[in-house]
């Protein structure tokens, strides 16, 4: 049994790693059956989730805290300040959660012995890139939240902890605020929608990066012997790629049960101004957590039809 402690229990990887973690879960100790049938080789898990109220990330030492009482084998990171615009005037807030307190984990999992799982960003790239970003490409993040996380790697990096640092992408899913969710209500308001079509990247299903999650900590987490070997930094989206614009149409052709579905209208960044900058290139090239893992997430229009069909967890 490999204890795991989960920071973010309510974001939207946060949830999604939970009810993986939970389908994991072996009979209780009173005797009573496993709820699912486990493959004999598949390791169950003791699992602590945390969430802000059982620990601020703003204060370091409440981690250290935190990881000293659940003694964790793996530390799972799916915390993150996820505000993009608002980082631009909170810098220092969100530096604390995506910078500072990933490094705090890193330092106890080094000191314990522990492996740490973390997620970074599409955005510690400039996008301006017209093919795939490597993992080992070269860095430009062009705002305060990309910024927060590739600091965030980096610390990671200097303490020479094991980690594996999965950089993920335009992120949703049925629970949190998502691009996917704020396309559902405006269906019901909005007869027209203007959509940015000059951004590129890959939509990025909650689901599947949880998923993906335990796909490599099934494989490693009883093996502390294999974590140097996967330590690193690793690309981890949806297969193939399209635009904001892209990702709305599908959205309003695949949903179910949509009253109505507005007209959209492509429009530039330029036409609609925020206040962080975004690349206008996001696309990864998710090469080597195939090679390293054989894992790769699936192509975004079906894990999108998937989690249309899906519903909200529980439904
Ligand atoms: N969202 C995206 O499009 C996107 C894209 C690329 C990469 N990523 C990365 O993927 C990972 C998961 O993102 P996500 O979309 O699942 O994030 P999310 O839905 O915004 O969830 C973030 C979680 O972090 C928690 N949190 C924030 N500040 C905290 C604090 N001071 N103390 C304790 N917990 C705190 C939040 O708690 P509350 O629920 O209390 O607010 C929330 O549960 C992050 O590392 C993110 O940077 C996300």
Redesign the pocket.
Known sequence: MTRVLL??????????LVRQFEQRRPGRSNGEPARLQLPRDQPAYELTV????A?????PDAVHAAIAQARPQVIV????????DRAETEQE?CR???AD?PAAMAAAARDSGALLV??????VFDGRASVPYRESDPVGPLGA?GRS?LD?ERAIAATGCAAVV????????M?????LRTMLRLAGEREELGVVDDQQGSP?W?RS?ARGTLHLLDRHAHDPASWAGISGLYHATASGSTTWFGFASAIFELAPGLARRPRLRPLTTADYPLPAPRPAWSVLDCGLLQARFGLVLPAWRDALSECLAAGTPNS
């Not at 620990?55 to 204060?59: F, H, I, K, Q, T």
């Not at 629970?175 to 691009?179: A, E, L, R």
């Open positions: 920071f973010g229990r309510n974001g939207q990887v946060g949830g999604e945390l969430d802000r109220a620990c601020d990330l703003s204060d990171n799916a915390a993150a300040w996820t505000a993009v807030a604390r959660i995506n307190a973390h997620y970074s960003t599409d955005y939240y996380k965030g999965l950089r993920t992408s335009w992120v949703y899913g629970t949190g605020q998502n691009f990025t909650s990066i």
